[in-house]
């Protein structure tokens, strides 16, 4: 149980401390509540925060169901195990895209002011959120940074039930996932205060995070 999210990336820095000042190390968060726990880790490590932009793609009847993702670099992922239980569902997705991609387009000019990621060929990425339950964002962002020639990624995060944690690990070089209690309901669940982020916010921790002042003793 984390009291808040800042808690949850001063103790995933803590976790992940050998990468402290990592040259060619870069921490990339899922917004918007991953922001807040990357900026702690940026703070605490001394490497450079930013966002990569993936979108849930949910099920027309039930929002919170993930048929999918879809990541800013074009990526997309679909949940077949779903899909073949509900076929109907297919016909959904391109609808649900085009909606994400807008929403995508809106975020980047947003966060970035409508630039695109940094390269990430031959660095040392760790990914970041505030949690996971199915996965289907997360694992989307980690096909989308290992197309990007990444030389080692990192998976950093809170909480996650162990079969999602079992997924996330079996993709990338090293999985951190600090709790992964079961019966597993929410993310949320998992936290004292899980207030919703506002793009504001995001904004603030990734102005904070890019000032060298920030870093200073």
Known sequence: MYQDREEAGQRLAA????????????ILAI???GVVV??????????????????????????????????????LHLNKDLLACYPWLAGSVDQ???????EIVRRRDLYRGGRSLPPLAGRTVILVDDGVATGATYLASIQALKSGGVAR??????????????QVSAQ??????LESPEPFHAVGQH???FRQVEDEEVIQCLTRSWRPSTQAP
């Open 15 to 26: 976790a992940l401390s050998r990468y402290s000042d990592c040259s060619d190390g870069m």
């Open 31 to 33: 917004p918007r509540g």
């Open 38 to 75: 990357g900026l702690q880790m940026s703070l605490v490590l001394h490497l450079p925060l930013d966002v990569l932009i993936t979108r849930k793609l949910g099920a027309p009847d039930n929002p919170e169901l993930a048929v999918g993702a879809l990541t800013e670099t074009g990526y």
């Open 96 to 102: 649900e895209r085009r909606l994400q991609e807008r």
């Open 153 to 166: 990624l990192v998976a950093a995060l809170p909480v996650a039930p162990s079969e999602t944690a079992e």
């Open 172 to 177: 990338v070089d090293e999985c951190v996932v």
């Open 191 to 193: 936290y004292v205060d």
